[in-house]
């Protein structure tokens, strides 16, 4: 059984390395980037790379409510979708994780595209971000998280699930529809422009950003899931959190992290979240290598360092606060249909949109 275990385990994680191999070299190719989406929005009214964005969502939110309905996946058994949303921490955490976003030039997942591309900056980014999410979550970050953040008077108590369809009453084909509906109203909406479905790289971005959210959950949500040997419960095998998980970057910065500290520790392993964050860098480095795109970028003055910096804690604190970040939350829990992703979500934008605004006007009064 120990045997068997190991081996479901090394499936998912080698699984979930591989699918973020391919996902790091697609997003290097096309420049897949949420915080560059939403500047394109804000600064040129360009919604090419939003409607790529969105189209990974509408996949996602299509593919695992398949699964779900197809008996391949428990929705309800995932972070989104307790019965508690902590509002007030989806909301703070997503507002701080826009604005760190902003500041360091990218979220975490475009973090990790651009240290495979040899973008020091990145690096420095890399490592604020991860020990900031540890900090959050056991240090003394995680106190006024879990202490303020998630206090009862920021906190909804929703029964069992926190899912829009459960909250509606729906049963299992319901949420199936609405799934469906959901997806051809996105899926409308951005295949409409012309100029987005003649941009393949576009296209590529959001097919394949939205198919690998929902391999992911097939993997650790549904071939992961078997009994723990040890205490004979039915259980996910290769998720730090041992519940249903897809990709999601924040939080896993920080386990690998943490698993380079503590490398002779038995109890820390390498799981599937640590092993999409190493596969993004892989899958970028090839790409950068291959299509002769690598090259040294470092800081142009002290300001910049100081900038990315202050935007990398930023995204540590925010990402794990609101539980997930614009791949995490964005895409992967907005696949859940959870009501908290949409809250932290919001959080997000608003925290990038309000940040490049007060960008602007600053450069404006510069100039």
């Known amino acids: 059984m120990h045997s068997e275990v190991i081996s479901l385990s090394g499936i998912v994680i080698w699984g979930g390395f591989s699918l973020a191999v391919l996902f790091g070299y697609v997003a290097h ?13 804000v600064n040129m009214s360009d919604w090419g790379r939003m409607r790529a964005w969105m189209l990974a969502m509408a ?29 007030g921490a ?11 976003m902003t500041l360091a030039g990218g979220c975490a997942q475009r973090t990790l595209v651009r240290v495979g591309g040899g973008n020091l900056k990145s690096i420095v980014v890399f490592l604020f971000l991860g020990y900031s999410a540890l900090v959050t979550m056991r240090g003394l970050f995680g106190a006024f998280r879990v202490g303020v953040l998630q206090s009862e008077p920021l906190t909804l108590s929703l029964g069992s699930s926190s899912a829009i369809p459960a909250l ?11 799934a469906a509906g959901l997806f051809l109203l996105i899926a409308i909406f951005v295949f409409k422009d012309r100029e987005f479905r003649h941009n393949r790289d576009n296209v590529l971005a959001g097919s394949i950003a ?8 097939y993997l650790a949500g549904h071939l992961g899931y078997s009994e723990n040997p040890d205490t004979l419960e039915m259980t996910y095998l ?4 041992h519940r249903a998980e897809s990709l999601s970057f924040v939080a896993p910065i920080g386990y690998t992290m943490d698993l380079w500290a503590y490398w002779t520790d038995a109890q ?4 599937f979240g640590i092993a999409t964050v190493f596969g993004i860098g892989v899958g970028s480095f090839l790409y950068a290598i291959l299509h002769k795109t690598f090259r040294w970028e470092y800081f142009t003055s002290p300001q910049d360092l100081f900038s990315h910096i202050i935007g990398a804690t930023l995204m540590g604190f ?17 696949s859940t249909l959870a009501l908290g992703s949409v809250i932290a979500l919001t959080g997000i934008l608003a925290g990038a949109v309000i940040t490049m605004k007060l960008q602007y006007r600053w450069m404006m009064r510069e100039s």
Do not use: P, R
Request: hydrophobic share 45%; net charge negative; charged share 5%.
């Open 238 to 241: 290769a998720t730090n959190s």
């Open 29 to 41: 190719k096309t420049g897949f980037c949420t915080m560059g989406a939403v500047s394109d929005v």
């Open 318 to 334: 925010g990402g794990v606060t609101a539980m997930g970040c614009t791949i995490g939350q964005g895409i992967t829990g907005l």
């Open 168 to 178: 509606l009453g729906l049963d299992a084909q319901g949420q199936f529809g609405l």
């Open 90 to 100: 989806a909301l703070i955490g997503g507002l701080c994780f826009g604005v760190g």
């Open 210 to 217: 939205g198919l690998v959210v929902v391999a992911g959950w």
């Open 268 to 271: 820390t392993k390498v799981t």
């Open 59 to 87: 996949i996602a939110i299509l593919g695992a409510n398949g699964l779900a309905y197809f008996g391949q996946l428990n929705l309800a058994d995932t972070l989104y979708t307790a019965g508690q949303v902590y509002w």
